[in-house]
């Protein structure tokens, strides 16, 4: 037998029937939290169809209507049109694929570099500890939408420096939640013998250590997608998004002139933008609630 074998993490060994019950009562939890099944409902709303607005769209978002200007919900257009004519119900769809993508990747590129930085800090400790902790500090006590901004309008309006620059301003609360996570687990006695064993401290990290102390990060990271989702909204309401995609938050700028008059463009893609972070935020209440210690002290 190895050393990594004496010393193997529990829940690493744990047969294949314990483990399908442990997805089924992480479910059944989920489910009984109630607002987590909601958002997830509600997501589904929103993700099926951004996926086939191919399918669904009446037409291209970017396509000018003539004699066709704000427009209620009439002539196959069945929420209407905004003041170039353009199809609103076909920007909301189109608009949802983009929130989706840049909250989905920002949130992404977070957990890696938040997982990364504070599993190094947590694990080995001493001056590394002190130099990583205090890098997330200083990235703690910078204003991160004013930074994307200079950043943003610094490179070009472009969705890929936007989701970029995203992602790297809001880690550093998902290296906190991972170095607590790991100052708790590299005490526990499979990591110490692995450790006086002499096993790889990179391996025992990535294999034992990691795994174990994703779940925080899995639940915070559904509150990075809402916070990105509005972060994109923000630079395009500012005229900083990238201006061949659509976006609810330029919907929301271009329709602030004529909501008087016309309050449809804009209060939909409101609304479509509130359903979704809203989503979100249930679904991160609904697994923080499958984490909280009393229910896996019951698994």
Not at 125 to 147: E, K, N, Q, Y
Not at 185 to 214: K, M, S, V, W
Request: aromatic share 10%.
């Amino acid at each position: 037998m190895t050393h990594a074998g004496m010393y193997a993490d529990p829940a690493a060994e744990a047969p294949a029937q314990r483990k399908t019950s442990s997805w089924r009562a992480n479910w059944n939890a989920f489910v009984e939290s109630r607002f987590g099944i909601v958002g997830l409902v509600l997501l589904l709303c929103i993700v099926i169809p951004a996926i086939f607005a191919g399918q669904i769209s009446p037409g291209d978002p970017f396509e000018l209507g003539a004699q066709k200007f704000l427009r209620p919900g009439t002539d196959g257009h069945i929420l209407g049109t905004d003041h170039l004519g353009r199809d609103v119900f076909a920007q909301i769809l189109y608009g949802a694929r983009i929130s989706l993508m840049v909250g989905v990747i920002s949130a992404g590129i977070a957990a890696i570099v938040g997982v990364a930085i504070g599993a190094v800090s947590g694990y080995f400790g001493g001056w590394v500890d002190i130099i990583l902790s205090r890098v997330t500090d200083m990235f703690l006590i910078i204003p991160a939408f004013f930074l994307i901004i200079i950043v943003v309008a610094t490179l070009g309006n472009s969705l890929i420096y936007a989701m970029i620059v995203i992602g790297l301003t809001t880690w550093p609360g998902n290296a906190r939640l991972m170095r607590s996570q790991v100052l708790t687990l590299r005490e526990r006695a499979y990591i110490q013998g692995l450790t006086a064993l002499g096993e790889n401290r990179f391996r025992i990290l990535l294999r034992h250590i990691i795994p174990n102390g994703i779940q925080p990060i899995i639940a915070n990271s559904t509150l990075l997608i809402a916070a990105g989702i509005l972060t994109e909204a923000g630079l395009s309401f500012l005229g900083l998004g990238d201006p061949n995609k659509a976006s609810w938050g330029r919907m929301i700028n271009d329709g602030r002139a004529t909501v008087l008059i016309a309050w449809w463009p804009s209060v939909f893609a409101g609304v479509a933008m509130l359903i979704t972070v809203l989503a979100f935020y249930l679904i991160g209440d609904g697994l923080a609630y499958v984490m909280t210690p009393k229910h896996r002290e019951s698994k």
